[in-house]
């Protein structure tokens, strides 16, 4: 029975030693370039290259301004940093392997760069704001033209096309999750209704 024992417990260290070097490892220091001083308790966020809506791994960094985070092996990852509305990141720069120990340092440029623990807290819902509001201005504009004159066809195509690049930024904003799915789904909807009329509008204008 003993021996049995003593077998179980080699053949446990020998499966966790070799899960252990299988591991994929990416870590690094997080430093203010203005300062040289070491950035702790930043959140570090890991994502695969081709998918930014699924966090792979996080941590924070320690006193040193150090993280490590474990991954699966195999393809790109891409390493953010949350502060606030600024978000650095790095991309590996090759594909991780099986036991692979791969260092992303930082060297934040200067304290714009990044924000107070308010600006983290509040600085979305400024920015949600912010939006929301110039939404609203473009929206009282084109209501107010619309009613003086007719629209011109090139006013329209013009109106079109900046929507659309809206919608565009919009979803590369909410891609870096620099914003949340709800305001995402709100200022998408409220775009394509403005993008739908504008387009209805210029087919009466071209008879296509």
Not at 57 to 82: C, H, Q
Not at 154 to 159: A, V
């Amino acid at each position: 029975m003993t021996s049995y024992r003593v077998f179980y417990a080699l053949l446990l260290s020998v499966l966790a030693a070799s899960a252990a070097a299988e591991e994929t490892i990416l870590q690094g220091y997080v430093v203010d370039g203005s300062t040289g001083r070491s950035m702790a308790d930043v959140k570090v966020e890991v994502y695969t290259s081709e998918d930014h809506t699924n966090v792979v791994a996080s941590s924070k960094t320690d006193p040193k301004g150090f993280y490590s985070v474990t991954v699966p092996p195999g393809g790109y990852y891409d390493v953010y940093l949350r502060l606030g509305v600024v978000n650095p990141n790095q991309r590996t720069t090759e594909p991780v392997e099986a036991g692979g120990l791969y260092t992303l340092n930082f060297n934040i440029a200067s304290e714009s760069a990044y924000s107070s623990p308010v600006v983290e807290k509040y600085g979305f819902a400024v920015v949600v704001v912010v939006a929301f509001i110039i939404l609203a201005v473009i929206f009282a504009d084109q209501l107010f033209f619309r009613r003086a004159r007719k629209p011109k066809l090139g006013d329209l195509e013009r109106q079109r096309d900046q929507i659309r690049e809206r919608i565009e930024l919009t979803r590369a904003k909410y891609h870096h999750r620099e914003m949340d799915e709800q305001s995402f789904r709100e200022i998408t909807k409220s775009q394509q209704e403005k993008l739908i009329e504008i387009e209805s509008n210029i087919r009466e204008l071209t008879g296509k």
